[in-house]
């Protein structure tokens, strides 16, 4: 059978998911539970995976989260169509990273929301100049925004970190203009290097402005949709009156509790080492064979990598070369606010198994050279 390259969708390393340790955690968490399960879970959902969420927080923030204020969900997926649908109705206006993810995008769409993207770099983010001249513009039309929405580490898809300088000057401006903030920390506690990240917003805030999103999809895997968001009063009821399901599947979130009560910094030790490394075979391999003509970021952690290509590449060419050697990646326009056909692409890194990172990248970086088309001459007769 012919190899799959597969570089699309934000997969986390299927090769370091932890089998073994989730069956002993689903026997201890059948135990505690057993019959309770015929009930409903309640509509913030399992209180172990809160406690674990708040724990979790602490971990990296140094501070817990108040379990009250956190709310299980179907994945970080609905939190935010939760979020979203709560605060943004047709025409409001939201602003976001010129380049984010795409299932948010799509929610904004659905919910007709007036998407303004901000300028940013593949470092540190999302412009402040940009989004203050962005406000002003705003406020000039009389036009107050419902919330920013930001990834703000390890974005997807570029990998930038939304600096601490720019979260501080974000905040301000939140205030300014009284606007909401959604901070989506799917990618957090991905990190190849220590401590890449700083301060959340939700930490940094202390106005009542920021929402916090997160998931165990990245760490784990996205097929045990798991996910939270976390406000305080009086957001989590709004958001809660404009939900309907019967929460979050309280079996599936004894489990992730169970086994990360007890494992969560050795697994993200042996995840975020086979994640990295892949990583940098995927640069090793970018910088072998199209270094005079593309440029990428270099993520400090999280699952993307963001490629720019040259100005000449034709697209759909590059989907055809690589596809003829089962290398996926995903299409920079699928990313853009206003899905601008860019040249550029995101590549998932996670999924691949190393032995076959650098083989597709080779493929990858063939198809890139093979897609190039001659600028027209217009001189020529
Ligand atoms: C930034 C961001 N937020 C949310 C999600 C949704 O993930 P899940 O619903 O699996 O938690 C993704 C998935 O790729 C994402 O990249």
New binding site residues.
């Given amino acids: 059978m012919a190899k799959d390259f597969a570089f699309t ?2 997969r986390p390393d299927p090769y370091t998911f932890p089998t073994e340790g989730l069956i002993e955690a689903s026997a201890k968490a059948l135990r505690k539970l057993g019959g309770s399960l015929v009930n409903y879970p309640g509509e913030k959902g399992y209180e172990g995976l809160r406690e674990l969420a708040s724990m979790r927080f602490e971990r990296r923030e140094g501070v817990p989260l108040n379990i009250d204020d956190i709310s299980i969900t ?5 939190a ?1 169509e939760l979020v979203l649908g709560t605060f943004i109705n047709p025409g409001d206006t939201v602003l976001t990273e010129e380049f ?2 795409s ?2 995008l799509g929610i904004m769409r659905h919910l007709k929301a007036n998407i303004v993207g901000v300028p940013m770099d593949y470092i540190d983010g999302m412009n402040m100049d940009g989004l203050e001249d962005k406000l002003k513009e705003l406020k000039a039309k009389n036009i107050r925004p419902k919330l920013i929405y930001t ?1 703000s580490n390890h ?2 898809p570029t990998s930038a970190i939304l600096s601490l300088e720019r979260r501080q000057r974000m905040l301000e401006l939140a205030n300014e203009y009284d606007t909401l903030i959604v901070e ?1 920390d ?2 957090g506690d991905i990190d190849f290097v220590p401590n890449p990240t700083p301060d959340s917003l939700f930490k940094l805030d202390d106005s009542n402005r920021v929402i916090f ?1 997160a ?4 760490i784990l895997g ?1 097929g045990v ?1 798991q ?1 939270y968001f976390v406000a305080k009063e009086p957001h989590s009821r709004l958001i809660h009156e404009n939900r309907w399901d019967g929460g979050c599947s309280a079996l599936a979130s004894a489990i992730v509790a169970e086994f990360f009560k007890e494992h969560l910094d050795e697994h993200l030790a042996v995840t975020n080492a086979a994640v990295g490394a892949k990583c940098r075979a995927v640069v090793e391999t970018l910088e072998k064979n199209v270094s005079d003509i593309c440029t990428w970021t270099e993520p400090r952690g999280g699952l993307f990598l963001w490629i720019d290509l040259p100005e000449t590449t034709d697209m759909d060419k590059l989907t055809e070369l690589s596809s003829q050697h089962n290398m996926g990646f995903s299409r920079g326009s699928a990313f853009h606010y206003r899905g601008d056909a860019v040249k550029s692409i995101r590549l998932a890194y996670a999924y691949c198994h190393i032995d076959d990172v650098a083989e597709g990248i080779t493929y990858l970086c063939d198809a890139i050279r093979g897609a190039q088309v001659q600028p027209v001459d217009i001189a020529a007769d």
Wanted: net charge positive; with cysteine; proline share 0%.
């Fill in positions: 969708g934000g179907s994945g970080s997926m609905q935010l984010t993810y299932g948010t990834t974005q997807n989506d799917c990618y999103i998931t165990f999809s990245k996205a949709r996910g």
